[in-house]
């Protein structure tokens, strides 16, 4: 029973306001639809590909990321769906896009769009006048675009597009802007300035197209044999914080030595970073654990920065054997991420120990690394004998269903490497699980074919 109560909260605690990240990290030629994309129009028919190469805008997260998706045909149509789906505030999508074609002849067009189910909102839409193009917008008009730029854009530029769509009570009040940037990345929607496009309704465009429910997720399009569009690093969150430059937390570990645990982590880019709450919650050995979270300190954050900080703190617990730890950051405007869960065992410093999978994400194949400690005389196993250590280690899907488990037995101190086969399953999201007694620890892997 501990062991489901434990990995329930650590799936509980990964709180993101990100919606979907998609770098196209993919082999170049592939069809999106191999790749997590599904088809939903004329399936099969000059599909969308991977593009061989990925697009770079400067001080943007996802610039230069893997490759990207090229749009160079009149075919297939594809989509992805949001870890969840959204039905109030405000959503957020941040792009890059590029322009290739030389031909003058491409009527307009739109190429990207979000989704309620199967009804399209708020399309981005492209116009061609050589030698330069335009940037359009609609809510819910299919026909052409109902705001559009001036002809000073140019091909064979990257641009970053945002886009923000918010639920506005009523019938036909959603409203969508866009702004779009040849340099930079604002820091927040206010110094972002006014929208170049919107804020435009059904209502303006005289549609009649009911405001949607929520929006479950993001549409590419093609319509043309010549328009080569390529797009990259498309993020889609419900905080300006999140899309299109986020408080990016690369590592987050502890470490005991004595009596002290020693947290560390770092951060690769940071935008209206307020700080962080380093919150705590103990566990006796062999109970469950408690779900009373408290605050132990705050850590002043960098505000916005585009390089690489470390932070640290040192704790010094009682009144537990187990516990464990996470990050609570904070941007300016009160919003806020949770980190993962790390743990650590005051008991037993002579823990077993979990390594990080390589490579990772991976596809199919990836090397597990744990350590098993010599048994320390006041050390037993719960199960078995007392001939080394009775260790599991399972994979469990984003659900918390088990995929299978790699290793269970009785095992001498020494360091252990296994080998994690994903052909068979889908790509997503798994949790490596290392358990021995009492001792649990996870590590996130991701699979991506």
């Known amino acids: 029973m501990k062991k489901i109560i434990l990995f329930s909260l650590f799936l509980s605690s990964i709180v993101y306001s990100q919606l979907l990240e998609e770098n196209f990290d993919y082999t170049a030629d592939q069809n999106l639809t191999s790749n997590g ?7 099969g028919t000059n599909p969308i590909t991977v593009n061989n190469g ?6 943007y997260v996802n610039s230069d990321i893997g490759n990207a998706a090229l749009l160079d045909n009149d075919g297939e149509d594809v989509r992805k769906t949001f ?8 959503i957020y999508v941040s792009f890059l896009v590029n322009v290739t074609t030389n031909h003058s002849t491409i009527s307009e ?8 189910g199967t009804t399209a909102f708020a399309r981005f839409w492209i116009d061609y006048e050589n030698p330069n193009i335009a940037f359009g917008l609609s809510q819910t008009k299919s026909t052409s675009a109902h705001v559009k730029t001036s002809f000073n854009y140019a091909r064979n530029t990257t641009y970053l597009i945002i886009l923000k769509y918010s639920f506005v009570s009523g019938t036909l009040n959603d409203e969508v802007s866009m702004w779009i940037k040849s340099s930079g990345v604002p820091d927040s929607e206010v110094n972002a300035g006014s929208p170049d496009l919107g804020p435009i309704t059904t209502t303006d ?3 009649s197209t009911s405001d ?9 399009r093609q319509s043309n044999p010549n328009q080569n569009v390529i797009i990259d690093g498309i993020r889609v969150a419900t905080s300006w914080s999140q899309a299109p430059l986020p408080v990016e937390l690369t590592s987050f570990t502890a470490t005991v030595n004595d009596n002290l645990v020693t947290l560390n982590w770092s951060t690769a880019t940071e935008v ?18 408690s779900l009373q979270w408290e605050t132990i300190c705050f850590v002043q954050g960098h505000g916005n920065c585009h390089s690489s900080k470390e932070y640290t703190f040192t704790d010094s617990p009682t009144g537990g054997k187990e516990f464990y730890y996470r990050l609570k950051q904070i941007d300016f405007d009160g919003s806020y991420q949770y980190s993962e869960i790390v743990s650590v065992c005051m008991e037993n410093i002579y823990q077993l120990k979990l390594e990080q999978n390589y490579p990772n994400p991976f596809n199919p194949h990836t090397t597990i690394k744990y350590t098993i400690p010599p048994l320390q005389p ?9 001939r080394g250590v009775f260790v599991t280690l399972k994979v469990y899907n984003i659900l918390g269903e088990l995929v299978t488990t790699l290793v269970k037995g009785q095992l001498d101190a020494g360091i252990y490497e296994v080998e994690f086969n994903g052909s068979k399953l889908t790509s997503g999201i798994y949790y490596l699980v290392l358990q021995s007694g009492d001792f649990i620890e996870i590590k996130k892997c991701l699979l991506i074919k």
């Open 37 to 43: 994309w599904t088809a939903f129009s004329s399936s």
């Open 54 to 59: 990925g697009l770079v805008y400067t001080d």
């Open 83 to 90: 870890s969840s789906a959204v039905s109030s505030g405000s």
């Open 109 to 116: 067009e739109y190429v990207l769009h979000l989704r309620s």
């Open 205 to 207: 465009e005289s549609g």
């Open 212 to 220: 949607p429910s929520d929006i479950d997720n993001i549409a590419l």
């Open 272 to 289: 209206n970073n307020y700080g962080f709450n380093v919150e705590r919650t103990a566990v006796e050995t062999g109970h469950d654990p």
């Open 378 to 386: 006041d050390v037993s196993s719960r199960e078995g004998n007392q």
